[in-house]
């Protein structure tokens, strides 16, 4: 069992940066894959970016690529999403997913235990 509670949202100005936070509980934390997802009212829940257990694969979703980076903090349970150059169509709440497994995977239905979320909102 994993339980994940998602920081960090928040309103912030076009072409500014946030950073996510995913605590994990659980002693298996380091052998599952994370990901980030998000949903914006009256859209379905979409992929964002997908870690590794180990943290040395990484994907993004083409709309975040070059802009968004996901990173994982075994010793701390936590794994994290640092949001820069964000624009207002990032707005959504944004949920951290948890999987049981060594590939890194995009379908929401693939992850097993899903945070509460947590709201993004970009102003223009």
């Known amino acids: 069992q994993v339980q994940l509670v998602e920081s960090g949202g928040g309103l912030v100005q076009a072409g500014g940066s946030l950073r996510l936070s995913c605590a994990a509980s659980?002693?298996?934390?380091?052998?599952?894959?994370m990901g980030w997802f998000r949903q914006a009212p009256g859209k379905e829940r979409d992929f964002v970016a997908a870690?590794?257990?180990?943290?040395?694969?990484?994907y993004y979703a083409d709309s975040v690529k070059g802009r968004f980076t996901i990173s994982r903090d075994n010793a701390k349970n936590t794994v994290y999403l640092q949001m820069n150059s964000l624009k207002p169509e990032d707005t959504a709440v944004y949920y951290c997913?948890?999987?049981?497994?060594?590939?890194?995977?995009?379908?929401?239905?693939?992850?097993?235990?899903w945070g509460q979320g947590t709201q993004v909102t970009v102003s223009s």
């Open positions: 997913a948890a999987d049981n497994t060594i590939v890194v995977r995009t379908a929401t239905e693939e992850y097993d235990y």
């Open positions: 870690i590794s257990w180990s943290g040395r694969s990484t």
């Open positions: 659980g002693r298996t934390f380091s052998s599952y894959a």
